[in-house]
């Protein structure tokens, strides 16, 4: 149990700020200024696509001199970043230099999971990830519906960067001392069909997470639309919706992970997406905040299956190579997909919210496809024990 809460704790503090910041801080900043869908999606755009680049290396950079370094350069990096959002006529670069630290935190941080637990276990693991993943989320959300009701911008900024730097400080306590057998041996070459496995499960994660993002990101702009609420109050109601989403979300983290390990990843992806695609096309149809939160709910229920089946088949495809590079251009998937969903700022505009989270609906519906049938080609291990390190 110490092993699973340190390999997962830290996504705490990484979600408070992944989430909370483009989905609640940013677009609060856009619509206090009088900005619309398309400069939410520009400048979500812009820091999110960056970050995910930036990923990339950091993850390679974290194989070689070790996951702490990185995580905490990582940390240093978003601390910046939310003090810089605190200056006038600074929000893309502060957005720009959060985002990034925060996935220089996760490019070191996520490695441990397949560094630290077998494959018998990766499922739990990556359930238990989820739970504290959304458990972030919901902290963020939370915490910054309240904040931001009342304007205390300087408070939601120094509230975040405690957020991540506390569990990511426990997480490192929990971990026993040493490096694991995978990161000690050579990383042998990925087979062709491995390969193809990896780049099957990002496709996934990309079509499936867009049309979550999609909704996330221009959510607190449809509340205020449909509820005729200003900046303040949409605020409040959209974080407090986004919070009781995420309850629901880590309800259900924990037992779609010990799913992924007793009936298969493939299965626990194909069913997880089919729900989340259902809500996500249904939420126009949504006209007060009860609405929003039934339809919301299958996204949440849907999220957390397909993200505990698609992460510990990115553990399995990943493990015993180079974890942390390999991982960082995965996560491509996530964070290119939490860019993308930038573009759907112009679409909205001119369309509508119906036509986009129709097409956001679809795409989610597209991966859960190609997840079932990515997780259905893989090999399954051969079980082995929690490994436990000097």
Not at 142 to 153: K, N, Q
Not at 173 to 178: N, W
Not at 189 to 201: E, I, N, S, W
Not at 205 to 225: E, N, P, S
């Amino acid at each position: 149990m110490r092993l699973l809460a340190g390999v997962s704790v830290g996504w705490l503090g990484i979600s408070m700020l992944a989430d909370g910041v483009p989905s609640l801080l940013v677009p609060h900043r856009v619509a206090a200024t009088g900005g619309d869908a398309s400069t939410l999606g520009l400048v979500t755009l812009v820091a999110i696509g960056l970050a995910a680049v930036t990923q990339a290396f950091a993850g390679a950079w974290s194989d070689r001199i070790g996951r702490l370094p990185v995580v905490t350069a990582g940390a240093l990096l978003a601390v910046a970043g939310l003090g810089l959002l605190l200056l006038p006529d600074a929000l893309l670069p502060a957005a720009v230099l959060t985002l990034a630290g925060v996935s220089v935190v996760q490019a070191g941080y996520q490695p441990l999971l397949p560094d630290r637990l077998a494959w018998s276990s990766r499922g739990r693991g990556a359930g238990a990830k989820g739970l504290f993943d959304v458990g972030g989320a919901f902290l963020g959300f939370a915490l910054l519906a309240a904040i931001l009701a009342s304007g205390e911008a300087t408070t939601a900024t120094v509230v975040l960067g405690a957020g991540l730097v506390g569990p990511l400080l426990l997480a490192f306590a929990l971990l026993p001392t040493g490096r694991g057998p995978q990161q000690t041996a050579a990383p042998g070459p990925m087979h062709p069909g491995d390969r193809a496995l990896l780049t099957r499960l990002v496709l996934a994660r990309f079509l499936f997470l867009l049309g979550i993002y999609a909704v996330g990101r221009f959510l607190l702009l449809f509340t205020a639309q449909r509820l005729g609420l200003d900046a303040d109050a949409a605020a409040a109601q959209a974080g407090t919706a986004l919070a009781i989403l995420t309850l629901a979300t880590a309800a259900a983290a924990v037992p779609s992970g010990w799913l992924a390990d007793r009936i298969g990843r493939s299965a626990v992806m194909l069913a997880g997406g089919a729900i989340g695609a259902v809500g996500v096309a249904a939420l126009p149809l949504a006209g007060s905040l009860p609405a929003i939160l039934v339809f919301g709910s299958l996204m949440a229920v849907g999220s957390a299956a397909f993200g505990a089946g698609s992460w510990a088949a990115l553990a399995d495809a990943t493990a015993e190579r180079s974890t942390g590079r390999l991982l960082g251009i995965a996560n491509l998937g996530t964070a290119g997909a939490a860019a993308a969903a930038g573009l759907f700022g112009p679409l909205i505009d001119a369309a509508g919210f119906g036509p986009a989270f129709a097409l956001a609906g679809v795409l989610a519906a597209a991966g859960a496809l190609v997840g079932w049938r990515a997780g259905a080609s893989a090999p399954r291990p051969s079980l082995r024990p929690i490994e436990v390190f000097d």
